[in-house]
């Protein structure tokens, strides 16, 4: 199958500081990767797309300079918060669909991360 | 532009009853159409998918979906439900292969023994 994974699976900061979040595909390369938002009880809500080495495609009302995308290589793409407040405490997932057969028109999750925000 | 609409937020079936939820979209192009599931405090995983292949499509955990272009509705079905399919649903569209993703609000099953 086709497998994404993120690190951290959870994460608690002070109000102020940055947060790294990675995504991995781990069998496959990730052509494109998406980062999602998602608030309890509700839907998941698309932030940015990202292709490889370029810069992501940010959703209207998405502060880039806040939620900074960097998809440096065909397997890595990653979050940083910046400057984290508590109304930045969610659930982060990304996703990632790639260039091989059955992964093109498919996007795979990874298990998300929880970041909260003290 | 595209949307998706899951009809009921909840719903609710006997083990062994069958499961229905409901989804339609919008697309002013061919769509891509996809099921996932998420259990709590998971990531999405994918059920199954409709690419114009055939419209009826099996996924995963015994579930299917039949594509309905005239009614413009992607339903997923299981024949018998399971305690271990209770789980959050989620029906999205996609205009291209691999593409962003509109999301339908999710429909929660609950599974009663």
């Given at each position: 199958g086709a497998v994404v994974s993120q690190h951290p699976s959870r994460v608690i900061c002070k109000s102020g500081t940055s947060v790294k979040i990675e995504c991995r595909s781990l069998d496959f390369q990730a052509t494109t990767m998406f980062w999602y938002r998602q608030f309890p009880k509700k839907s998941l809500m698309l932030m940015a797309t990202s292709n490889e080495g370029s810069k992501a495609t940010y959703e209207q009302g998405v502060e880039k300079d806040k939620f900074l995308i960097n998809h440096?290589?065909?397997?890595l793409s990653t979050l940083t918060v910046t400057s984290?407040?508590?109304?930045?405490?969610s659930f982060y997932i990304c996703s990632a669909s790639g260039g091989r057969a059955g992964v093109t028109d498919t996007q795979y999750f990874g298990p998300g991360t929880r970041l909260t925000v003290l | 532009a595209q949307s998706v609409t899951q009809l009921g937020s909840h719903v609710s079936v006997s083990e062994g009853a069958l499961v229905l939820l409901r989804c339609n979209y919008s697309s002013s192009v061919p769509p891509y159409l996809f099921w996932y599931v998420q259990y709590p405090n998971q990531g999405l995983q994918l059920l199954l998918k409709y690419t114009?292949?055939?419209?009826?499509v099996k996924g995963i955990n015994g579930f299917e979906a039949e594509f309905k272009k005239s009614e413009t509705s992607f339903h997923l079905t299981k024949p018998s439900a399971h305690m271990s399919d209770a789980a959050e649903y989620f029906c999205a569209v996609s205009r291209n292969q691999g593409g962003k993703l509109i999301f339908g609000q999710g429909t929660e099953l609950s599974v009663k023994p």
């Open positions: 440096a290589s065909l397997t984290a407040h508590p109304e930045d405490s | 114009s292949a055939a419209t009826l």
